[in-house]
Structure formats: structure tokens, C-alpha cells
């Protein structure tokens, strides 16, 4: 009897996607035999990028790598409970990316919580690669708000997006 497919579900804001997160969603496919990288509404977080601006976004970066595993890559937006988009969409894994310890406290509370919500979708935690463990979307929004180069942390696409977008804020900014 074969084993049922190992269908994973990558969650998060995604506002930008960085180089940490494909290099989650490319590792990520050595494990599971499907993924879906699920972009979260997240409103109170103040998202730079609306969710579907985001998904475009993912969506395009995602095309973009080269997947030497022929693992399918779905990105799709959720505005519920992350175990009841799970369930709806058939995942029985998470996939969450670790930076550093203060993440793992975090990232544990809430694998607890989601393990308790529904016992038959695991959770697992892959660490960041130690060339993107630095790496978190608000520091670049920070980094390229203030002028700094964020070339090393993004695609060359999301950075023109990022700067069109600072560009916008800033004309704003200017006729107020």
C-alpha cells in the first residue's frame, strides 16, 4: 500500500518574499511531495503590499527557481485559521522556517497550539541556511526604506517592486 502524499503547506506574510524565504520554499521540497506556499492576509501586521500584490509576488518567484525535485509549487492567499486552511487544502505538514533561537520559541508556542487544534497535520521545522539566517522582510523594508541596497537579500523583481512602491510613499510624503 503506498503511503499518501506528503502534502506541505508553507505559511506567511511574504511582504517581500526574500531570499530566505525560497531558500525554505526550495528546501522544503526535498520533504514533501507537493507545497503550497500559502500567503497570509495578515492585516495587523500593516503589510507594505496588499495579499494579492503578495501572491503575484510569490507566485512569480516561485516560477522563477529551478526545482531539481519536480516538486509542484501552489501559492495561494488564506484569510482564516492556518489548520482550517490546511485541512481545506489537503496538507497534513507545515513548513516553518528558523532564523535563530528567538524564532524557535515562537514558532514552538505555536506548533503546540496547531498540533492541539488538529494532531494529524505535523510541523516541521527547517533552519534558515547560514547565508540567509539574517534575513526577515521587515529588515529589508527597513534597509531600502532608508536607502540601503537590499540587492543581496531579494530578487532583482521584488526590488524594483520594493522601490516602486518607496517610490509612491515618498511622492506622497512630498504633496501632503
Known sequence: MMAPPRIGMYPGTFDP?????LDIVLRAT???DRLIVAVASNIGKSPLFEVDERVAMVR?????????????IEVRPFDTLLMHFAVASG???IIRGLRAVSDFEYEFQM??????????????????????QFISSRFVKEIGWL???????????????????????????TVE
Open 147 to 173: 536607502g540601503g541596497d537590499v540587492s543581496s537579500f531579494v530578487s532583482q523583481r521584488v526590488k524594483e517592486r520594493l522601490e516602486s512602491r518607496w517610490a509612491e510613499a515618498r511622492g506622497k510624503m
Open 91 to 93: 496538507a497534513n505538514v
Open 17 to 21: 518574499i526574500t531570499n530566505g524565504h
Open 111 to 132: 506548533a503546540g497550539m496547531n498540533t492541539r487544534l488538529n494532531p494529524d497535520v505535523e510541523t516541521l521545522f527547517l533552519m534558515a541556511s547560514e547565508r540567509c
Open 30 to 32: 526535498r520533504v514533501v
Open 60 to 72: 512569480r518567484e516561485c516560477e522563477a527557481l529551478n526545482r531539481p525535485h519536480g516538486v509542484e
